[in-house]
Structures are given as C-alpha cells and as structure tokens.
C-alpha cells in the first residue's frame, strides 16, 4: 500500500481533502500492524488520514485519527538515533518503512496538529495541554503564535507575551504577535529590542534593514498608541505611513477603524470605501462600515454591502453583524439572531457583542447588555464598550455604576473628550448633577472643539434648564463652521418645542439635503408638519389600533436585498 500512501499525501497536499480521507479509510482499515515497519505504515496512514479530515474540517474526527497515531506510536520500539530522528518530516509523517532508517513520528507535529482540532472545537484548555508538552526549543513559529493565543484565552498574559515576543524574534513581521503584545503593554523601545534580535533573512544589506526597521518602528508606535487609547496619536502616525505606502488596504483599513471609534463617521465612511475600491473583495472590518452605514440610514449603500459580502464569504462573522445591521430598522429580534451566529462563528469578534449589547438596548434588556458590553471589554477595552456600558446601566437606574464606568473611562482615556462626555452624560440624568455635566461638556469642547456630540449634549441641558437662546445660540455658532445634518436636527427641535416652527421647518429641510436618508430628519418633519396643521403629533392614528403585522417579518434575506 505504498503507493497508495504516496498519493494520499500528494492529495493532502493538494488540498483535495475529500478525495484523500476516503483513500485514508483504505489505508487505516488495512495496514498491518504485526511488525515494526507495518506499526509505523499505520502511524503514517493515521496522520494522514487526520489531516485530511482536518482539510475537511471534521476536526473531532481528525482529533481521533491524530491520537490513535499517537497511540501506536508509542508501541513502536525507539531504535532510531538522534541522527534519524532529526531526518523526521515537518508534517509529522514517518519516512516510508522501506527506507534504510525507520525515523519515529515526529510527536511535537502531531500534538500541534491535536492542539488545533481542540482549538477549532473552542476546547482551548484541552489545546494549551497539548502544546504545553511541546518542549520550548522545539516550538516553531506557528507554534508559539498559537500557544501565545492560548494563553491569552486562558488570562495569561505572561506566558503569553513570552511567546509572542519570541514569535518576533523568529520573524518581527508577524502582526498578530505585534498587536497582542501592544495591547499587553509592551513599550516602542521593548519593540526595538526585539527587532534588533530577529535575523537578517537573505543577507539583506544594513541599509535595508534600517529602513525596515524604521518604518515598523512606526507601526508599531501607532498599535502601542491605540492600545493605550491614545487614538488621534496612533491616527496621526497611520495618515504618515499612507504617504510612504499609498494605496495600503490594511492602513487604510486600521484609519477607518479608528475613527468609527472615536466618532469620526463620515472620515470613516469615506476610508472604508477607498479600501473597498482598491480591493472589493476585503472583508476586515466590512462589519464596521455597515454599522456606520446603518447609523447614516444609508439602506441603499448598507444593502449593496450586504450583498456583495454574502457573495464573498457568507460564514464570516463580519457578513452576520452585516446582516443585522440591515435587519435593525425592520425587525430588531432577526437583527440579534445575527449578532448571535456571528459570534458563534467567533467568540472572540469584539464587534459582536458591541453590536448584540445596543441590540439588547434597543429591545429593553440593559440587563443582557451589560453582560454583553463586559464580554468585549474582556477582550479589548475601548470607547464604544464603555459607552454601552453606561448607558445601560442607566437604564438600569445604576447610577454609581455608570459613574464608575464613565470615570474608568476617563482615566484610561485622559486626553479623550469622549469619556469627559461620557461623564458629563451621567452627571446630566439628575437636575442636581447638571452644573457638573456643564462643566465636563464644556471640558469636552475645549479638549476637542470639532467634538460636535458634546455640543449636542451642552445644547440639551441648556434646554432642560429652560436656556434655549442659549442652545440656539451654541447650535449656531457651530453650524457656521460643521454643516452637520445632526446640528440641524438639534435646532430644529428646539425651535419646534418654542413653537417657532418655520425656523424648525427650515433646519428640517437643511438636514435632509446634508442627508437625505436620515430617519431622524424625516420623523421630525412628519412631527412639524402635524404640528402646523394644528394636530397633536403625538396622538395615535385611528388604524393604529387595527394595524396588520408585518407579513414580510420573516421574508429571506434573499428577498430583503
């Protein structure tokens, strides 16, 4: 069956998986096992037959296959010298029996191969025991960068980092490692230390390696700033790189990430679709733009991306919370089901449970929200988790809570007007608490004088306060510097609750020319309109009552775009 064993690998490797698992059920079922040499034909068979169903993601299966030849292995008499085992393959098959040399199973392949069926089966605990049996000096780079993964599961952050930074030392272009080990704290000098220790592939003259190393210096300054949520500076050093690296997707993708957290929408808007222009088929962060989209109320675009995603690759978390974004305006509840599957594809895609955690706002479970803002945070700290979490426990009537929340915010982020406002917006719930909201709005507005969601929030407790002329006059001095369909919005309602209601008819129409899709805008106008004609808005319609259900609750998706 030698032969037979030759094309199964070959067929392993060509990736036909389904070809090579059903010759590798020839091949287990038949390999003797009486003597030394059939013991290891088995072994070979096995992995390869776990290989295979690992190719065909039938992970417990290959999970199996892999232990059983771990099992025979250990049956095999070890006769072989360190000169033989160091000719064992990669892939952790055994030479053919035939050969002069019977080399034992490479064991510290197979236990990788153990620790990834675990892994791919969120059995992370199971996965890191594997690989703890790995011996250090014997680990590979994509062993270490697993094992860093593991452990950063598994809250050691430690050991995590010592993996990581030894993944960097084997290669200082493994980004994942850069990010992780940013997000853990390492400092830009830390960084330099180890990029000096990487070797110099290829005999690369010095020059270009210093030029390498200065512009991962870069990068890695900008994932340390981000890391410590320091976003205009990480920002800034992104918007250098782009001159030196025109057209790059992943910075221009990592600029408009950025600046959906920090609020800066419509600079975000427009990044995503550069990168979608340079390359369609992206999927990173695709889920971030629909959210954005969404928040536009910009269906005809959010639709056209769904679509396009779907096309692509419909299994990826990324199209689930796209989904959900399209679906929120119609049925909120199909819109979670959404969020949900995305994070069963990946428990780990923090845009999963920012977007299930406002779900569950929008539905009025704070309770769950809350639960589902801490679980992004467990993963990664920032803006909009802190966000969430405050504004559900208000909901909550948790109003120490949302203060604790808000000031941690506050203190992790010093130089961020957003968490001064995010303050400020528990302050403001209670009439006693409004000359403290004030003056961190204010403090938001000095930090940041284009923060217009601090403007937003100041004109508000101006009107709460009976200062409208004060809101009025605020809003205005704005809009003379940000035509801003939401500055609009804002006066509109304000001079419709003093009853001026053709100033507010006019700032209605200038925020529907801005954005024609805002839903707000549009709303606001029905209200207005009412309002003119002499009817109460608020009174209810005389079907409303008699009202049908939405037939096309449960239509398809299909027949949704």
């Given at each position: 069956m030698e032969a037979a064993r030759e094309s199964m690998a070959a067929l392993v490797d060509a990736g036909l998986y389904d070809c090579a698992q059903t010759l590798g059920c020839f091949l287990v079922s038949s390999s003797p096992a009486s003597s030394e040499a059939g013991m290891s034909m088995k072994v070979e068979s096995l992995v390869l037959h776990g290989d295979?169903?690992?190719?065909?993601?039938?992970?417990?299966?290959?999970?199996?296959?892999?232990?059983?030849?771990?099992?025979y292995s250990k049956n095999i008499p070890r006769q072989a010298t360190s000169n033989t085992r160091s000719s064992v393959t990669a892939t952790g098959r055994s030479p053919s029996p035939n050969s002069s040399s019977l080399a034992p199973l490479n064991e510290n392949e197979v236990k990788f191969k153990i620790a990834l069926c675990y892994s791919a089966l969120r059995e992370h605990r199971e996965a890191l025991q594997e690989m703890e049996g790995i011996p250090s000096k014997a680990r590979t780079l994509k062993m270490n960068l697993m094992l860093g993964k593991l452990y950063r599961i598994s809250r050691n952050n430690r050991a995590a980092?010592?993996?990581?930074?030894?993944?960097?030392?084997?290669?200082?272009?493994?980004?994942?490692?850069?990010?992780?080990?940013?997000?853990?704290?390492?400092?830009?000098?830390?960084?330099?230390?180890?990029?000096?220790?990487a070797p110099n592939r290829g005999g690369k003259a010095p020059g270009d390696s210093l030029d390498a190393q200065r512009w991962w210096n870069r990068y890695v300054e900008a994932q340390c700033c981000i890391a410590s949520h320091d976003y205009k500076g990480g920002l800034d050093i992104y918007l250098d790189l782009m001159q030196r690296f025109l057209n790059n997707v992943h910075i221009l993708l990592e600029i408009a990430k950025v600046e959906a957290i920090i609020g800066r929408n419509d600079e975000a808007i427009m990044n995503f679709e550069k990168a979608r222009l340079i390359d369609p088929n992206i999927m990173t962060y695709m889920d971030e733009y629909a959210i954005l989209l969404k928040s536009k109320s910009d269906y005809t675009k959010l639709n056209k991306?769904?679509?396009?995603?779907?096309?692509?690759?419909?299994?990826?978390?990324?199209?689930?919370?796209?989904?959900?974004?399209?679906?929120?305006?119609?049925?909120?509840?199909?819109?979670?089901?959404?969020?949900?599957?995305?994070?069963?594809?990946?428990d780990r895609h923090i845009t999963g449970y920012i977007m299930k955690g406002n779900l569950h706002l929008l539905l009025n479970r704070p309770d769950?929200?809350?639960?589902?803002?801490?679980?992004?945070?467990?993963?990664?700290?920032?803006?909009?988790?802190?966000?969430?979490?405050?504004?559900?426990?208000?909901?909550?009537?948790?109003?120490?809570?949302?203060?604790?929340?808000?000031?941690?915010?506050?203190?992790?982020?010093?130089?961020?007007?957003?968490?001064l406002k995010l303050v400020g917006d528990v302050h403001a719930i209670s009439s006693s608490g409004r000359e403290k909201a004030r003056k961190f709005y204010e403090s938001a507005i000095r930090l940041e004088p284009g923060f217009l969601g601090a403007a937003l929030a100041l004109a508000d407790l101006h009107v709460a306060e009976g200062r409208n002329k004060d809101a009025v006059l605020l809003l205005e001095r704005y809009l003379r510097q940000w035509a801003d369909d939401s500055l609009h919005i804002k006066l509109a309602q304000v001079f419709a609750a003093t009853n001026m209601l053709s100033d507010?008819?006019?700032?209605?129409?200038?925020?529907?020319?801005?954005?024609?899709?805002?839903?707000?805008?549009?709303?606001?106008?029905?209200?207005?309109?009412?309002?003119?004609?002499g009817v109460d808005p608020d009174a209810p319609e005389e079907d409303e009552e008699n009202e049908a259900d939405d037939v096309d609750g449960d239509q398809d998706d299909a027949e949704l775009l």
């Open positions: 295979a169903l690992h190719g065909e993601k039938e992970f417990r299966r290959a999970l199996s296959a892999y232990k059983q030849a771990m099992q980092a010592v993996c990581y930074k030894e993944c960097l030392r084997q290669c200082p272009y493994v980004f994942e490692a850069i990010t992780a080990l940013a997000e853990m704290g390492l400092s830009s000098k830390e960084f330099s230390l180890i990029f000096s220790q991306l769904v679509h396009d995603m779907l096309h692509i690759d419909p299994a990826r978390p990324e199209t689930c919370l796209a989904l959900a974004a399209l679906w929120e305006r119609k049925d909120e509840r199909k819109a979670l089901t959404y969020a949900e599957k995305s994070l069963r594809v990946d769950l929200a809350v639960t589902d803002f801490r679980g992004a945070q467990e993963l990664r700290a920032d803006l909009r988790s802190y966000q969430g979490l405050v504004r559900a426990y208000l909901a909550l009537s948790k109003c120490k809570d949302a203060l604790f929340t808000a000031r941690e915010a506050m203190k992790v982020m010093h130089q961020s007007a957003k968490a507010a008819l006019s700032h209605y129409q200038s925020a529907l020319r801005i954005n024609p899709h805002n839903e707000a805008a549009k709303k606001g106008l029905e209200r207005l309109e009412k309002q003119m004609k």
